[in-house]
Nanobody, 113 residues
Framework: QVQLAESGGGLVQPGGSLNLSCAVSGGDFGRYFMGWYRQPPGNERELVARMVRSSVLSYANAVKGRFTMSRDDAGVYLQMNSLKPEDTAVYYC?????????WGPGTQVSVSS
């Protein structure tokens, strides 16, 4: 069973940067679709970016040009630049393939002056 653990969240000023990490253990995550999702306060969870193997499949329109998803053998990452207050959310790592669907506990990102 795959286990996911996010880290790297925090409080940052508008225009700042954060790099989120998702450590992956318990399986060969090369065969999973890996994604970053976020849930803003009072809103539903939404897709931020997703990739399979080393290919990024898509970014949400709201983050294109500012966020970059990447991976290595240890996990997946989300480099977030030019952060805006509307990026405030709990960010979750996700791994899915067929009937398998795993989530991390999430990490809080707050963008405020």
């Amino acid at each position: 069973q795959v286990q996911l653990a996010e880290s790297g969240g925090g409080l940052v000023q508008p225009g700042g940067s954060l790099n989120l990490s998702c450590a992956v253990s318990g399986g060969d995550f090369g065969r999973y679709f890996m994604g970053w999702y976020r849930q803003p306060p009072g809103n539903e969870r939404e897709l931020v970016a997703r990739m399979v193997r080393s290919s990024v499949l898509s970014y949400a329109n709201a983050v294109k040009g500012r966020f970059t998803m990447s991976r290595d053998d240890a996990g997946v990452y989300l480099q977030m630049n030019s952060l805006k207050p509307e990026d405030t959310a709990v960010y979750y790592c996700n791994a899915r393939q067929g009937g398998e669907n795993y989530w991390g506990p999430g990490t809080q990102v707050s963008v405020s002056s």
